[in-house]
């Protein structure tokens, strides 16, 4: 039976990332939705993060990282693309990336890019330690996206090995896509309007 933990010690923290390690797939909170995670290093656990949303594998899933040391060891960067990671990080941005080999071909869909986030949320901070997590929303797929783990526990039930329950999410929006893959960073879904994404990005939106 799947367990349910409200405001995660530090033991249970561990805890959980050794379930990670082990294959097992939890849910956690971001800064803006409650996501799947799973250790982006097990093949088993992604493949069971598909299974579990029913979620084609031609659709990719997104990645949680500690910090920019982690990003750098999935994703290749350079000055300008650090500069822009230094702004926007942590906050509600999925930002693409081009991906290096050691990111496994179905966490991408086969593709050569990679979403990667440090949400503002010291859970998630915390979960990601040892090695990044997937990131996508805590629902079947084609339903709505709940705002709390009640709700989300009807749809998934006991597939997840634990529940990190944070309360409801008070900002219940998918974070911002930019692609930074191009010679221009371009926002593929604005999920808010941000003010001074234009001065960040040095581009002009509108």
Do not use: C, W
């Not at 899933?61 to 000055?79: F, G, M, T």
């Not at 693409?96 to 986030?117: C, E, F, Q, W, Y």
């Amino acid at each position: 039976m799947a367990e349910i933990i409200e405001n995660p010690t530090d033991a249970q923290i561990d805890e959980i990332i050794t379930q990670m390690h082990d294959g097992k797939i939890i849910v956690y909170p971001t800064d803006t939705i409650y996501g799947i995670g799973a250790n982006i290093f097990n093949a088993q656990a992604i493949r069971k993060t598909f299974y579990v949303k029913q979620r084609s594998v031609n659709k990719p899933l997104s990645i949680i990282v500690h910090n920019r040391r982690q990003i750098d060891e999935i994703a290749y960067i350079n000055p300008k693309i650090n500069k822009i990671l230094k702004k926007l990080l942590p906050g509600p941005y999925t930002l693409l990336l081009n991906k290096k080999p050691i990111i496994n071909d179905m966490i991408t869909a086969h593709m050569s890019t990679v979403g990667i986030r440090i949400p503002d949320n010291q859970i998630t901070y915390k979960l990601t330690r040892d090695f990044p997590i997937t990131t996508t929303s805590a629902n079947i797929t084609h339903k709505p996206t709940p705002d709390n783990i009640t709700d989300i526990q009807r749809q998934l039930k006991d597939k997840i090995t634990t529940y990190i329950d944070a309360g409801v999410m008070a900002d219940n929006t998918p974070s911002t896509i930019i692609d930074l893959t191009q010679q221009y960073p371009k926002i593929i879904r604005e999920a808010k309007t941000d003010n001074n994404i234009e001065k960040i990005l040095e581009i002009k939106l509108y």
